[in-house]
Nanobody, 130 residues
Framework: QVHVVESGGGLVQAGDSLRLSCTAS????????MGWFRQAPGKEREFVAAISWSGGSKYYADSVKGRFTISRDNAKNTVYLQMNSLKPEDTAVYYCAAGDPTRADKIGVGVEGSDLYAYWGQGTQVTVSS
């Protein structure tokens, strides 16, 4: 059984930093892209960042570029999201997901598309106060 578990969320003040972690288990994720998405109250889930299996390709939403950094440790099946200079608008539940990039052409989505990701965590709450 596949498990994707996020951790590291919390309540912080604007300008602070947080590091989210996500550990996947239950199957091999060799070749998989790992992504972070978030959903704020009353809003649709949105793409935040993604990283290729090798870590050589990283993708970011415009709203987090320069502030967030995604990384992964394949030996630990873990992906991280370092979030700096947090803003109140970053408040959301953050979800980690694993996806097979070879499906991208078949389903017509890129790494920013949630449909690419078959495995999702339950989410971790990040709240940024002003």
């Amino acid at each position: 059984q596949v498990h994707v578990v996020e951790s590291g969320g919390g309540l912080v003040q604007a300008g602070d930093s947080l590091r989210l972690s996500c550990t996947a288990s239950g199957r091999t994720f060799s070749g998989y892209v790992m992504g972070w998405f978030r959903q704020a109250p009353g809003k649709e889930r949105e793409f935040v960042a993604a990283i290729s299996w090798s870590g050589g390709s990283k993708y970011y939403a415009d709203s987090v570029k320069g502030r967030f950094t995604i990384s992964r440790d394949n030996a630990k099946n873990t992906v991280y999201l370092q979030m700096n200079s947090l803003k109140p608008e970053d408040t959301a539940v953050y979800y980690c997901a694993a996806g097979d990039p070879t499906r991208a052409d078949k389903i017509g989505v890129g790494v920013e598309g949630s449909d690419l990701y078959a495995y999702w965590g339950q989410g971790t709450q990040v709240t940024v106060s002003s």
